[in-house]
């Protein structure tokens, strides 16, 4: 069996794979320097790219915040617009006085 899927993520590889980029990336997300919640991200996507799955070029240590931007620009759907138009829509349901202020 090659490198496919879900399996990479439970692998010793990947364990190790994984400590070298945070290591490697001084424990801090690359995106924003925090040292909370670390994980690391695939430049290039698993799927597209398995040979690249554990090399440390194709690694980058994201938060997990950070890290779940880069998947949702990754998937075409930037910052959820409808997402973030609900929340406002909720917000406005919430707290309708503050804006007769
Ligand atoms: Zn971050």
């Not at 090399?55 to 915040?65: F, G, K, P, S």
Request: aromatic residues 6%; hydrophobic residues 35%.
């Amino acid at each position: 069996m090659g490198v496919s899927g879900r399996g990479i993520y439970s692998s010793k590889r990947w364990e190790r794979a994984r400590f070298l980029a945070k290591r490697r990336d001084g424990f801090r997300c690359a995106s924003c320097g925090s040292r909370e919640r670390l994980e690391v991200h695939h430049l290039q996507r698993v799927r597209d790219r398995p040979d690249l799955a554990f090399e440390l070029a194709n690694l980058r240590t994201l938060c997990r915040d950070c890290h779940e931007v880069e998947t949702n620009r990754e998937l075409g759907r930037a910052p959820d617009a409808a997402q973030t138009a609900w929340r406002h829509a909720v917000a406005e349901l919430a707290w309708p006085k503050e804006r007769n202020q």
